[in-house]
């Protein structure tokens, strides 16, 4: 949270946040062994995005095949590959048909609407935005959305109760378009950086339908503490980024680009799957890298190292 914030709203947030689960329904049956694998394995295409692939570089149709070959159930692409796919004369409606026959499911998609935007008429221009890309989503097969913090990236001591507002306006939004806007945290903005906050603005937000897109490396990055994890009811996150960050460089200058494979860092991946799964999480672990030195090898074995590396580390963390 924002050291802007005033007193009352610190302990408004903090008093929201202990009672994250109960308010957003966490999940109490019994699911089953968590050794069949709990989680679904998915690839958001930045992994492989300047890889090349059958001696070309990748678009959404390689991310397609790539996907399906490397092993995984679903697909997560960005907004922008899909208007280039459309600009370039591809039809969506044979895009879902493309994405359903290799066997995926398009788990989300990552936008950047401002919806969060100080200035009305941008915030305005940031639901339409929105909407365009629910839209692009919805003509894929997909559900849900990325809602990360874009407008206020660079803004500090924001009204909380504002973002909630507007956090609840993109999910009526999304209840009209048949899409599911997840409340993203970018570990290196100045608004929504941190778990706390985010679990501030989704509850206040007071909408059924809001939900949460955490990620390994913006956990960290922001400068939260994964003990975090466990206030989050698993039934209010449908997909979370996976990834690993080395110990050096350190929090305060890591970026976007030194992710690495799970398993290749210093996550305490461990107790970030038992902490989802002890929370009811049943989703989608999606594999979002920017490595640039992968970027340099075959799409197909980046895509294969990296659901094997997430695998391996699901399976050491429910292993005996």
Not at 89 to 108: N, Q
Not at 176 to 205: H, N
Request: glycine letters at 10%; aromatic letters at 10%.
């Amino acid at each position: 949270m924002s050291l802007d914030l005033s007193r009352r709203s610190f302990l408004t947030t903090s008093a929201a946040t202990l009672a994250l689960p109960c308010l957003a329904g966490a999940q109490e049956s019994k699911p089953a062994d968590p050794k069949s694998s709990p989680f679904r394995f998915c690839l958001n295409t930045s992994t492989i995005r300047e890889c090349s692939y059958q001696g070309k570089k990748v678009d959404i149709l390689a991310g397609i095949d790539v996907a399906t070959k490397a092993g995984y159930s679903g697909i997560e692409p960005w907004i922008n590959e899909l208007d280039r796919y459309t600009k370039e004369g591809g039809s969506l409606k044979d895009l879902k048909k493309r994405i359903a026959d290799a066997g995926l499911k398009v788990e989300s998609a990552i936008g950047f609407a401002a919806f969060l935007h100080e200035n009305d008429d941008e915030r305005k221009k940031g639901l339409e935005e929105a909407k365009r890309c629910m839209g692009l989503v919805h003509e894929i097969g997909g559900e849900r959305l990325a809602a990360p913090p874009v407008g206020v990236t660079d803004k500090t001591g924001l009204d909380p109760f504002k973002l909630a507002e507007r956090y609840h306006a993109l999910c009526e939004l999304g209840k009209a378009e048949g899409i599911l806007p997840q409340l993203e945290l970018w570990g290196f903005s100045k608004t929504l950086c941190r778990m706390g906050e985010v679990a501030f603005v989704g509850i206040e937000a007071a909408h059924p339908q809001a939900c949460f897109l955490l990620d390994i490396y913006h956990i960290y990055k922001g400068g939260s503490d994964f003990e975090g994890l466990a206030m989050f009811a698993g039934g209010r996150m449908h997909n979370f980024h996976v990834n690993d960050y080395p110990a050096d460089p350190p929090r305060a200058t890591i970026n976007d680009a030194q992710r690495v494979y799970p398993g290749d860092g210093i996550a305490p991946l461990t107790k970030i799957f038992q902490t989802l799964y002890n929370a009811g999480y049943r989703g989608v672990l999606s594999l979002e890298l920017f490595n640039r030195d992968y970027w340099k090898q075959d799409a197909l074995e980046v895509a294969r190292t990296g659901l094997e590396k997430t695998k391996a580390a699901v399976a050491k963390a429910f292993a005996g």
